[in-house]
């Protein structure tokens, strides 16, 4: 039972445009959704956070948008670099108790130079 | 301000042997998460230690697996008996805990060390 989604596992763009990652949840008691980035060989790095009371947050190129009622959130990565090309993970939590991270599969970014 | 140091990197075992993996977490952090990522998966939550108490390990497979985190010293996930399917990536992360949210925003971000890849032959 797969409560976080990332149904693109690939992604390719070209440097300078937008990179729209997706992903979608199926718990309605998720408070919070996070985006980290990896790179091979590394652990995951932080990027971006959004409260569920929130619908955008926004830090620098990189904004995140939340749908409630759709339960669809997407990372929006303007302009592209092509150091932002590594794989990219949402993770949702409910607030309270341990606050054990959800991840999705990941989608792999690629920006061509 | 080191990060989150996981040792070793790399870890080979038979099966049959056992398999340990420490955690240093974050100066000033005092909790600890471990995770598992299985090839082309994401990662999975294994178990939420504070120092000296198991606060939820409700990912943890029921054996062979068991974790600490002593007053003194890193975090360690055990692991017995190793069998091909425990290859797979290991992550720490910790966090600070330190109340949650501030005007929406959320606070104990969980910063990860760079794991280490458990290979079973």
């Known amino acids: 039972d797969q409560q976080v989604k990332q149904n693109s596992p690939s992604l390719s763009v070209q440097e300078g445009r937008i990179s729209i990652l997706n992903c979608d949840y199926t718990?309605?008691?998720?408070?919070?959704f996070l985006w980290y980035k990896k790179y091979p060989a590394e652990g995951p790095t932080f990027l971006i956070s959004?409260?569920?009371?929130?619908d955008k947050n926004e830090d620098g190129r990189f904004t995140v948008f939340l749908n409630k009622s759709a339960k669809h959130l997407s990372l929006h990565i303007v302009p592209s670099q092509p150091g932002d090309s590594a794989v990219y993970f949402c993770?949702?939590?409910?607030?309270?108790?341990?606050?054990?991270?959800?991840f999705g599969k990941g989608t792999k970014l690629t920006v061509n130079p | 301000n080191a990060g989150v140091m996981q040792n070793p990197r790399h870890l080979v075992r038979r099966r049959g042997q056992e398999a340990r993996l420490r955690c240093s977490p974050m100066?000033?952090?005092?909790?600890v998460y471990w995770y598992r990522q299985l090839p082309e998966e994401g990662l999975k939550f294994m178990v939420y230690?504070?120092?000296?108490?198991?606060?939820?390990e409700s990912g943890m497979p029921k054996e062979r697996f068991s974790a600490e985190f002593p007053k003194e010293g890193p975090s360690i996930l055990r692991i017995q008996q190793v069998v091909r399917g425990d290859s797979a990536a290991y992550f720490c992360?910790?966090?600070?805990?330190?109340?949650?949210?501030?005007?929406?925003?959320?606070?104990?971000?969980?910063?990860f060390g760079a794991g280490t890849r458990l290979s079973v032959l």
């Open positions: 992360a910790s966090s600070p805990r330190t109340g949650g949210a501030l005007r929406g925003v959320y606070k104990n971000i969980q910063y």
């Open positions: 718990n309605s008691m998720f408070d919070y």
């Open positions: 959004i409260s569920s009371i929130k």
């Open positions: 993770a949702s939590l409910t607030q309270g108790g341990s606050e054990k991270l959800v």
């Open positions: 100066k000033g952090h005092s909790h």
């Open positions: 230690l504070q120092k000296e108490n198991i606060i939820d």
